[in-house]
Nanobody, 121 residues
């Protein structure tokens, strides 16, 4: 069973920084994309940033230049460094992993429980 353990959310003033971490555990045969989505009240969940197994990254236009996603393959962990935070970044942030793991016949999407990021203006 794959589990994603998220940490690092909280309350920060506009212009501040936070770092989110997400560690994957379980018997995972193949890691594909791993990253973060977010959802704010009344809005659909949206991609924030993702990194492929090869290390390529993609970002939402709204966070380019402010957020940086990195991956520690040895620890099965991704980190989202969020700088110059804005009030509109306030949301629940969900870790996502696309992987092939023990007990399932194909690649699947796995989700963390979410961590709240609140940016006060």
């Amino acid at each position: 069973q794959v589990q994603l353990a998220e940490s690092g959310g909280g309350l920060v003033q506009a212009g501040g920084s936070l770092r989110l971490s997400c560690a994957a555990s379980g018997t995972i045969f193949r890691f594909n994309d791993m990253g973060w989505y977010r959802q704010s009240p009344g809005k659909q969940r949206e991609l924030v940033a993702a990194i492929t197994s090869g290390g390529s990254t993609k970002y939402a236009d709204s966070v380019k230049g402010r957020f940086t996603l990195s991956r520690d393959n040895a620890k099965n962990t991704v980190y989202l460094q969020m700088n110059s935070l804005k009030a509109e970044d306030t949301a629940v942030y969900y870790c996502n992993l696309d992987a092939w793991a023990m007990g399932v016949p194909t690649d699947m999407d796995y989700w963390g429980k979410g961590t709240l990021v609140t940016v006060s203006s």
